[in-house]
T-cell receptor, first 110, second 115 residues
Framework: DAKTTQPNSMESNEEEPVHLPCNHS???????IHWYRQLPSQGPEYVIH???SNVNNRMASLAIAEDRKSSTLILHRATLRDAAVYYC???????????FGKGTSLLVTP | DVKVTQSSRYLVKRTGEKVFLECVQD?????MFWYRQDPGLGLRLIYF???????EKGDIPEGYSVSREKKERFSLILESASTNQTSMYLC??????????????FGSGTRLTVV
């Protein structure tokens, strides 16, 4: 699977939008972009995924660059509960297993 | 609303013991996975299974084995526990293929301490 690059950490104020970037310059045409997050002392949880078009769900939005070499996870109004490690992962539709990198540790301050 | 259940949240075992970690999912997923997570090393894949009785090695299979006799259950076995296997163990499941069918569902994890 192609690799992703994320900042080690980011900080946000509560109730403000958060944009978490991910670079994946070697992405192939069949790679889906997946985002997970891991709250302290819990297993990771699925957030959102997409292929080419921007995606929205109840948790977040995923904005995918036109050339697909980068993407951004958008939390529209950060809450203290959103403090977590966020992982950006690529996987092809035929892939079996995800390789988790180090992710971005998001700190949300009141 | 729990969908992936790991049998124990915390476990303490002695060096040399045979340890079984159980994972059950109720979503009819084909894929099941075992990861371990250590500070500074992230999640590392131990084994996965894409069908009953099928298994594939992940990145760090040494010292572990797995069993999948039923679709919903995936067991991780530490043949002879050692202190370097002290870790958080996470089970996950997914559809196959899953590129466009959502992603993994993880269990809450088992924190294993080997003394």
């Amino acid at each position: 699977d192609a690799k992703t690059t994320q900042p080690n950490s980011m900080e946000s104020n509560e109730e403000e939008p958060v944009h978490l970037p991910c670079n994946h310059s070697t992405i192939s045409g069949t790679d889906y972009i997946h985002w997970y997050r891991q709250l302290p002392s819990q297993g990771p949880e699925y957030v959102i995924h997409g292929l080419t078009s921007n995606v929205n769900n109840r948790m977040a939005s995923l904005a995918i660059a036109e050339d697909r070499k980068s993407s951004t996870l958008i939390l529209h109004r950060a809450t203290l509960r959103d403090a977590a490690v966020y992982y950006c992962i690529l996987n092809s539709n035929s892939g079996y297993a995800l390789n988790f990198g180090k992710g971005t540790s998001l700190l949300v301050t009141p | 609303d729990v969908k992936v259940t790991q049998s124990s949240r915390y476990l303490v075992k002695r060096t040399g013991e045979k340890v079984f970690l159980e994972c059950v999912q109720d979503m009819d997923h084909e894929n099941m996975f075992w990861y371990r997570q250590d500070p500074g090393l992230g999640l590392r894949l131990i084994y996965f299974s894409y069908d009953v009785k099928m298994k594939e090695k992940g990145d760090i299979p040494e010292g572990y084995s797995v069993s999948r006799e039923k679709k919903e259950r995936f067991s991780l076995i530490l043949e002879s526990a050692s202190t370097n296997q002290t870790s958080m163990y996470l089970c996950a499941s997914s559809f196959l293929p899953f590129g466009d069918r959502g992603g993994y569902t993880f269990g809450s994890g088992t924190r294993l301490t080997v003394v």
